[in-house]
């Protein structure tokens, strides 16, 4: 009986010929990194002008001097209603639904609030700014406790203003006066700080906004020293962007900050009467928003807060009004600079001569033949 079996043989000149495959492969491989890497797509937020609410007055739904506006989970519309020493609750739409405070520094009193923070169980927490204290109510306004007193010392503040909650629970007091940020649990119990008066990175003068970013990051307004400074999630200094003026990415007190589902930084331009935008690096995208009292324009922007849907809130303050601004995105694209360019020239050279090697004719015997 004969015994039979298949063998694969791969001739020389077809391994030969798989093989020339390769440069050609490698190159085209090559140019398509080239153009992803600096061609790239980008979400860009270009808000445009929705509606507003509030007018001037001491009236349910009127304002003096609005400053903080924090949104709860419900999407109600919380605002430190600055100079009426009061909290006032509007449902999603701006519809009046009810207020908490009065002026005094009894428990559930306000001497010109300024900010405020919703924790996630959602009580609410108001940086009693004129008492040097931090009060915490429950989602009706029902006061539940306090901390915080006038000093230096740790847990003790000189004008509290910007106030926010991390992921952990931790509460984070701008100590403006103080020139330095304070961390509590979410008890108030003090445990620890960080910063100091002065202009150097990571010092302060007057810090006033406060946010934290999804990788717990926290950045700073600081008001006095026209900037934006970013710590990491214990405290230590990262980077900074801004200075004081009215061009791009300059400012003239900066006040309130938020951060955008997609990481950009919107910055409360106060005496600039603008909103700035910066990526999550604190490069200058755009901005939005000038001195007037006309739709979308702005009379010393302060506090902003960011709804679920998108939505811009801007506490419009010498105006006495909210703002609600759509933020609707486009798609823009990273032009390649000319290094890039270079790049992607050299792919395509290599892709031409690794094409040009595949099919090239061989010379045999004074005669030009294809390779079969």
Known sequence: MNNFHKTTNFSPRAKKNSLKW???LTCFVLLCFCFLSTYSLNAQINPTYKSQFGSNGSANGEFYYPTGIAIASNGDILVADQYSHRIQIFDSNGNYKSKFGSSGSANG???????????????????????????????????????GSYGTANGEFYQPTGIAIASNGDILVADA??????????????????????????EFYQPTGIAIASNGDILVAETDND??????????????????????????????????????????????????????????????????????QFNQPTGIAIASNGDILVADRSNNR????????????????????????LA???????????????????????ER
Do not use: C
Request: aromatic residues 12%; proline residues 3%; hydrophobic residues 35%.
């Open 227 to 296: 900037r934006i400074q970013i710590f990491d999630s214990n405290g230590n200094y990262k980077s900074k962007f801004g200075s004081f003026g009215a061009g791009d990415g300059e400012f003239d007190q900066p006040t309130g900050i938020a951060i955008a589902s997609n990481g950009d930084i919107l910055v409360a331009d106060e005496y600039n009467h603008r909103i700035q935008i910066f990526d999550s690096n604190g490069t200058y995208k755009s901005k939005f928003g000038s001195y007037g009292t006309g739709d979308g």
């Open 177 to 202: 006066n103080n020139d330095r940020i304070q961390i509590f649990d979410s008890n108030g119990t003090y445990k620890n700080q960080f910063g100091s008066y002065g202009t150097a990175n990571g």
């Open 348 to 370: 395509l050279l290599l892709m031409t001569l690794g094409t040009l090697y595949l099919v090239q004719p061989k010379f045999r015997g004074g005669i030009f033949e294809q």
């Open 22 to 24: 390769l440069a050609p």
């Open 109 to 147: 009193q306000f001497n010109y609030p300024e900010g405020i923070a919703i924790a996630s169980n959602g009580d609410i927490l108001v940086a009693d700014t004129g008492n040097d204290r931090i009060q915490i109510f429950d989602s009706n306004g029902t006061y539940k406790s306090q901390f």
């Open 322 to 345: 909210i703002q609600i601004f759509a933020a609707a995105t486009s798609i823009s694209t990273d032009v390649p600079t000319l290094s890039e360019w270079g790049l992607i020239i």
